[in-house]
């Protein structure tokens, strides 16, 4: 499947936002020889700040295979946002609908077309501590699994030091250094033509995000935590901590009125 022209729009987009790129980030990229040069792949791509995906799409632009993003479906009708969105080929997705699903279904639509679909598996920013990658939702894995098209795990660092999680200003100075890695293909010979159950799909997604975090730890020199961050995991103790924690404040006011209760027989019969 050859590869589709990069078109007017994504080339009018890269045009607008290349030269900030390029002034506020210095540039630290390997393994482009592993995107592919035809033919319909998909990429994963850890997570771990709002311009990063301007930065990765600065990186895979270079390489002429430009990705299509996965992004909400409010953008698409925004004026000129919106233009430019559907422009560029980006894929809506539906969040909290059934419509949810058409997103998978684009996105194999474009993988066969011989598209480069770009997916961040955690779904959102990362909020392990440190910045590591966490656990996976099953998207990425779905669409690969249904196609058979290579996945490229891919790293990134740097556009979250620029700009931090959630903060509200960047941090011009000193320069930062947009650090992106991408790895060979992963392989999930081993799940293709297997009933797509949720257990096959979680392993499938552990094995790409697996791969992701290797690359990250090469980029960063570091060594990632044994066990991946899980947000669900996360959420279901706080709230076994703060149903604790009210069960725990409400047995003293329960103690103090049973003992009222019982003072007031004592008092009656003093009488």
Not at 195 to 222: H, Q, S
Request: with cysteine; glycine share 8%.
């Amino acid at each position: 499947m050859p590869r589709r022209r990069i078109g007017f729009w994504y080339r009018f987009a890269a045009v607008i936002c290349k030269p900030p790129l390029v002034v506020l980030l210095k540039r630290d990229w390997r393994g482009m020889e592993n995107i592919p040069a035809e033919g319909g792949f998909i990429t994963a791509v850890n997570h771990n700040s709002h311009i990063d995906p301007l930065a990765y799409a600065h990186f895979q632009y270079n390489t002429g295979r430009v990705p299509r993003f996965l992004a909400k479906a409010g953008l698409f009708s925004k004026g000129f946002v919106g233009a430019a969105m559907r422009g560029t080929g980006q894929i809506p997705v539906y969040r909290e609908s059934t419509d949810a699903l058409s997103a998978f279904r684009a996105a194999i639509d474009a993988v066969e077309r011989g598209e480069c679909v770009a997916f961040y598996p955690e779904g959102t920013l990362t909020r392990d501590p440190d910045g590591w990658p966490m656990t996976g939702k099953t998207g990425a894995a779905r669409v690969a699994l249904q196609t058979k098209c290579p996945v490229i795990p891919v790293a990134q660092w740097g556009a979250n030091e620029l700009l931090p999680p959630y903060a509200r200003k960047p941090r011009l100075f000193p320069r930062k250094t947009s650090r992106v890695l991408a790895g060979p293909p992963v392989d999930l010979s081993r799940f293709y033509d297997r009933e797509m159950t949720p257990e096959l799909l979680k392993e499938a997604t552990e094995v790409i995000m697996a791969a992701v975090t290797r690359l990250l730890e090469d980029v960063r020199g570091e060594k990632a935590p044994d066990t991946p961050y899980d947000p669900r995991a996360e959420r279901l103790e706080q709230r076994r901590r703060t149903h604790a924690q009210r069960r725990q404040d409400r047995a003293p006011r329960q103690d103090r009125t049973r003992g009222d209760r019982a003072a007031v027989p004592e008092e009656g019969l003093g009488t």
